[in-house]
């Protein structure tokens, strides 16, 4: 079994910067990509951005483009979600999400295809 436990959520005002992290333990051998979703009130849940193992893959959905960067530390079993210029409609709670199995593609993007989840981080921007 893996666990995540996500940190560095919190409320901030339009344009600031956060810093999300998420921390992988128990049985991390075997993990592969590593990606962010989130979920606003009254909407499905929706990517973010997602890294392969290695990390020389990293794909982003188009509003966060320029503004998030997603980054890992495989040592730690971490993985990090810089967010810059954050905007009111980024106001959502955070998933931390790895996938036990290689992902190709637009796999990176589809719930379905992460196997373990975080509890969520809220972010809250303000206007």
């Known amino acids: 079994q893996v666990q995540l436990v996500e940190s560095g959520g919190g409320l901030v005002q339009g344009g600031d910067s956060l810093r999300l992290s998420c921390e992988a333990s128990?049985?991390?051998?075997?993990?592969?990509?590593m990606g962010w979703f989130r979920q606003a009130p009254g909407k499905e849940r929706e990517f973010v951005a997602a890294?392969?193992?290695?990390?020389?893959?990293?794909y982003y959905t188009d509003s966060v483009k320029g503004r998030f960067t997603i980054s890992r530390d495989n040592a730690k079993n971490t993985v990090n979600l810089q967010m810059n210029s954050l905007k009111p409609e980024d106001t959502a709670v955070y998933y931390c999400?790895?996938?036990?199995?290689?992902?190709?593609?637009?796999?990176?993007?589809?719930?379905?295809?992460?196997?373990?989840w975080g509890q969520g981080t809220q972010v809250t921007v303000s206007s």
């Open positions: 890294t392969s193992w290695s990390g020389d893959s990293t």
């Open positions: 128990g049985r991390t051998l075997g993990l592969y990509a």
């Open positions: 999400a790895v996938a036990g199995k290689p992902l190709y593609g637009d796999w990176y993007e589809r719930r379905l295809m992460y196997d373990y």
